[in-house]
Every structure is written in C-alpha cells, then in structure tokens.
C-alpha cells in the first residue's frame, strides 16, 4: 500500500534517501540519510488524507493568535474532531503535534 503511494524515491532506493530514527527527544521519526540541495527533490508521493481548506475567518484567527505557526495549524482545522472515534484521534494525537487546544 504505501509503495503505491511512493512516485519518488523509488521504493528500492528509499533507504539512500530517507532512515526511520528512534530518539528519546523526538520520538519515531523519518530523517534525510544525506544532505540535500535547497531545490532537490527529496519524496513524492499521494496524499493519504486530503483536508479541506479552512475558512478565511479560521485562516485569520490562526494567523492573529499564532503569527507564522499558524501554518502548522491549518490541517487541524480541516477536520471535524467531534466526529473522530476516539482511537482515531489518540494515533493522529501520537503521530502528529497538535496545539492542545486542538486536542481539546
């Protein structure tokens, strides 16, 4: 499944690309194997989730309480959390940071 969402590296070169770490700061995560030019390309792939944009007036007030981190806000705002299960939102919580008032 995730080898059909990969179009760049090819999937038996990802390794040289890209390494799964495990570190007590940040966790699991993927870092780059090397160090890239500013406009190389590092990973294309298929969205596995689309989100809506949010609202201008979202936009805004993100943009007003948060200044430049709002970007990283923007994707939790596409969902409708209270229609998340639980067990849903606790992966997305875990793999994902998310402002705590988003987890609210």
């Known amino acids: 499944w995730a080898a059909a969402k990969l179009h760049f590296p090819p999937h038996e070169r990802l ?54 981190r709002a970007a990283f806000l923007l994707p939790a705002v596409g969902v409708d959390w209270a229609r998340v299960d639980e067990e849903a939102r606790l992966a997305a919580l875990s793999l994902f940071f998310m402002h705590p008032i988003i987890a609210k």
């Open 15 to 68: 390794h040289e690309f890209l390494e799964v770490r495990n570190t007590d700061e940040l966790g699991v995560h993927v870092a780059a194997t090397r160090d890239f030019g500013g406009r190389e390309l590092v990973l294309s792939e298929d969205a596995l989730i689309l989100l809506p944009d949010p609202s201008r007036a979202q936009r805004t007030e993100l943009e007003r309480l948060f200044g430049d």
